[in-house]
């Protein structure tokens, strides 16, 4: 770090080391006005969104040093450049301008000569009227998304969530795995003629999502009773993808195909033509809600005070829960079973961007950066993994997720879910409440100091405008956590080594040697030769 910022992280690690000690309850009992200061709501439209960070284990004094620390790093700065086009994907050389996906029809944005905003919008009135004519003809009752990590994760929690809201017009099923078992079932519920594949692979390189299509094809050939050949499937097909030219020399032939861009990373993309199938069943305008939900935080993050910067601020909570406390993880406990599929997204959003241990300048990290990311929805994660979260010897923030109003549910149920949500960060902040017991009296093993942190958002209601604000939030924390490690948060080097691999190797066990391997990898390929082949 330059001396002005290293001085400021010394300051962060000192705060770290006064409250090290300190406890949630004694942080309460010494600061009336706790609450007020570390609750931010974030209000856009109809959606709201409360979120209370009074749990962590920080203090004004903390806080400030961090907000001054993203002063001098220049993180919201930073963020306003990248917002404008600079390459900060400096490892692949490209600009990381998802927030463009969002950006209204007046912006101006230029990069390489081109006008970005006005590709985005001419993309999206392609989607629109492609959407709007699936859904008047009537003609497909069953989508199948075929892709995988942002090719997957993005348009599938998008069709969960809304689903859990409203029927959606036609049913939305999505396959990632190469394991086959997953695309047969999502077959076995489907009727060719009745079935759109969309396949959504930004690079259309990917192994898994290629081996799914080529499923797909033969799957519809076979039904349709026609050949691979056949034009008629290509009806069937829809692509998305920054490589078209790759798709159109792959085997998926495809009537229609929509555009993404270099400068939209696969984590990054849910806000383009990769939520098509969702876009599909709900409608266009539900859409443009979600966009508009990430565009008010987009406007917030680059606009807003930094003690009112509510992404600015949670990068710095993690900033200081995992790059100064070096805690390990971090679990999202979604009290909606709607958003029972946020986990997953974020464990991609989250760990691919931030997993990284190299600095810009090539040097080690010399803060931890990307937390374990994991999580399920409350109430059943209390009845699986919470006994770790509140006695275990590792401590693991947590973010607890709920909503005012859901759709669809019991309200007498509902009112009990959010008062369990309520009740795990009070008992993880608070724990036995050892002033009013004779601490003395309580056995070991049934203490529970608390002071274990967490951030509880609460929204009014789980709309898609909502949705879209909770995703950019995350994005942006992301972006924050990044900025003060100093690493790219937009490359992923570290996958490819493994696809690379995965391909030799997949060479290999179908040939006679597999001498290139080491010992174990040689002797694994081996077994398995005998296994397969053993009655
Ligand atoms: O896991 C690596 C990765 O490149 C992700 O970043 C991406 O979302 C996923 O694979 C799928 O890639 P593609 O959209 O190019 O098929």
Same mark, same amino acid.
């Given at each position: 770090?330059?001396? @002005?910022?290293?001085?400021?992280?010394?300051?962060?690690?000192?705060?770290?080391?006064? #409250?090290?000690?300190?406890?949630?309850?004694?942080?309460?009992?010494?600061?009336?006005?706790?609450?007020?200061?570390?609750? *931010?709501?974030?209000?856009?439209?109809?959606?709201?969104?409360?979120?209370?960070?009074?749990?962590?284990? =920080?203090?004004?004094?903390?806080? %400030?040093?961090?907000?001054?620390?993203?002063?001098?790093?220049?993180?919201?700065? *930073?963020?306003?450049?990248?917002? +404008?086009?600079?390459?900060?994907?400096?490892?692949?050389?490209?600009?990381?301008?998802?927030?463009?996906?969002?950006?209204? *029809?007046?912006?101006?944005?230029?990069?390489?000569?081109?006008? #970005?905003? *006005?590709?985005?919008?001419?993309?999206?009135?392609?989607?629109?009227?492609?959407?709007?004519?699936?859904?008047?003809?009537?003609?497909?009752?069953?989508?199948?998304?075929?892709?995988?990590?942002?090719?997957?994760?993005?348009?599938?929690? =998008?069709?969960?969530?809304?689903?859990?809201?409203?029927?959606?017009?036609?049913?939305?099923?999505?396959?990632?795995?190469?394991?086959?078992?997953?695309?047969?079932?999502?077959?076995?519920?489907?009727?060719?003629?009745?079935?759109?594949?969309?396949?959504?692979?930004?690079?259309?390189?990917?192994?898994?999502?290629?081996?799914?299509?080529?499923?797909?094809?033969?799957?519809?050939?076979?039904?349709?009773?026609?050949?691979?050949?056949? @034009?008629?499937?290509?009806?069937?097909?829809?692509?998305?993808?920054?490589?078209?030219?790759?798709?159109?020399?792959?085997?998926?032939?495809?009537?229609?195909?929509?555009?993404?861009?270099?400068?939209?990373?696969?984590?990054?993309? #849910?806000?383009?033509?990769?939520?098509?199938?969702?876009?599909?069943?709900?409608?266009?305008?539900?859409? %443009?809600?979600?966009?508009?939900?990430?565009?008010?935080?987009?406007?917030?993050?680059?606009?807003?005070?930094?003690? @009112?910067?509510?992404?600015?601020?949670? +990068?710095?909570?993690?900033?200081?829960?995992? !790059?100064?406390?070096?805690?390990?993880?971090?679990?999202?406990?979604?009290?909606?079973?709607?958003?029972?599929?946020?986990?997953?997204?974020?464990?991609?959003? #989250?760990?691919?961007?931030?997993?990284?241990?190299?600095?810009?300048? !090539?040097?080690?990290?010399?803060?931890?950066?990307?937390?374990?990311?994991?999580?399920?929805?409350?109430?059943?994660?209390?009845?699986?993994?919470?006994?770790?979260?509140?006695?275990?010897?590792?401590?693991?923030?947590?973010?607890? =997720?709920?909503?005012?109003?859901?759709?669809?549910?019991?309200?007498?149920?509902?009112?009990?879910?959010?008062?369990?949500?309520?009740?795990?960060?009070?008992?993880?902040?608070?724990?036995?409440?050892?002033?009013?017991?004779?601490?003395?009296?309580?056995?070991?093993?049934?203490?529970?100091?608390?002071?274990?942190?967490?951030?509880?958002?609460?929204?009014?209601?789980?709309?898609?405008?909502?949705?879209?604000?909770?995703?950019?939030?995350?994005?942006?924390?992301?972006?924050?956590?990044?900025?003060?490690?100093?690493?790219?948060?937009?490359?992923?080097? !570290?996958?490819?080594?493994?696809?690379?691999?995965?391909?030799?190797?997949?060479?290999?066990?179908?040939?006679?040697?597999?001498?290139?391997? @080491?010992?174990?990898?040689?002797?694994?390929?081996?077994?398995?030769?005998?296994? %397969?082949? %053993?009655?």
């Amino acid at each position: 770090m330059a001396n @002005d910022l290293s001085k400021l992280w010394q300051q962060v690690l000192t705060d770290s080391e006064r #409250i090290k000690d300190t406890s949630l309850r004694a942080l309460f009992d010494h600061d009336e006005f706790r609450v007020k200061a570390m609750t *931010k709501t974030l209000i856009d439209g109809e959606s709201e969104i409360v979120v209370d960070f009074s749990k962590q284990l =920080i203090d004004a004094q903390a806080l %400030k040093t961090l907000l001054t620390l993203a002063e001098q790093a220049g993180v919201v700065a *930073k963020f306003a450049e990248m917002r +404008g086009g600079e390459r900060v994907n400096f490892t692949e050389n490209q600009a990381a301008l998802h927030t463009a996906l969002r950006s209204p *029809k007046t912006a101006k944005l230029e990069l390489n000569g081109q006008d #970005i905003i *006005k590709q985005v919008h001419d993309e999206l009135e392609k989607v629109q009227s492609f959407s709007e004519k699936v859904r008047s003809e009537k003609k497909f009752k069953k989508i199948v998304n075929i892709g995988i990590g942002g090719s997957d994760l993005g348009p599938a929690l =998008i069709f969960d969530v809304l689903s859990a809201g409203r029927k959606p017009e036609i049913e939305c099923l999505f396959v990632a795995n190469i394991d086959s078992t997953e695309i047969n079932a999502a077959l076995a519920r489907c009727k060719p003629e009745e079935t759109l594949f969309i396949v959504c692979s930004k690079s259309f390189k990917t192994a898994e999502t290629l081996a799914n299509a080529r499923i797909a094809k033969q799957w519809l050939a076979t039904g349709l009773g026609v050949g691979l050949e056949s @034009d008629v499937l290509a009806e069937h097909f829809v692509v998305v993808s920054a490589n078209l030219l790759q798709a159109r020399s792959s085997d998926v032939d495809a009537t229609n195909s929509f555009q993404i861009w270099p400068w939209v990373g696969g984590r990054y993309s #849910i806000a383009s033509a990769m939520s098509l199938a969702p876009i599909i069943a709900f409608g266009f305008e539900t859409f %443009k809600e979600f966009l508009a939900g990430m565009r008010s935080v987009d406007e917030q993050m680059q606009t807003s005070k930094p003690e @009112d910067n509510i992404a600015l601020i949670l +990068g710095l909570i993690d900033v200081f829960n995992f !790059g100064t406390r070096r805690h390990s993880s971090q679990a999202v406990l979604p009290y909606a079973s709607a958003l029972r599929l946020l986990p997953s997204y974020l464990q991609q959003l #989250i760990m691919e961007s931030n997993g990284k241990s190299v600095r810009h300048d !090539g040097t080690p990290a010399d803060i931890a950066t990307s937390p374990v990311v994991w999580g399920g929805v409350g109430t059943n994660s209390q009845h699986a993994f919470m006994q770790m979260l509140h006695q275990g010897t590792q401590v693991v923030p947590v973010d607890f =997720i709920g909503f005012a109003q859901l759709t669809n549910v019991d309200l007498v149920s509902h009112d009990a879910l959010v008062a369990n949500m309520f009740a795990q960060a009070k008992a993880l902040a608070f724990g036995e409440n050892q002033a009013e017991t004779n601490d003395s009296a309580i056995a070991p093993h049934r203490k529970m100091k608390g002071s274990r942190p967490s951030t509880t958002f609460l929204a009014k209601s789980l709309t898609p405008r909502t949705l879209g604000a909770l995703i950019a939030l995350y994005e942006h924390r992301v972006f924050v956590h990044g900025i003060i490690a100093q690493i790219n948060s937009f490359d992923q080097w !570290g996958v490819e080594l493994g696809k690379t691999l995965s391909i030799e190797i997949n060479q290999q066990i179908n040939q006679s040697t597999s001498a290139v391997n @080491d010992a174990s990898t040689k002797s694994l390929i081996d077994k398995y030769r005998q296994l %397969k082949s %053993k009655s």
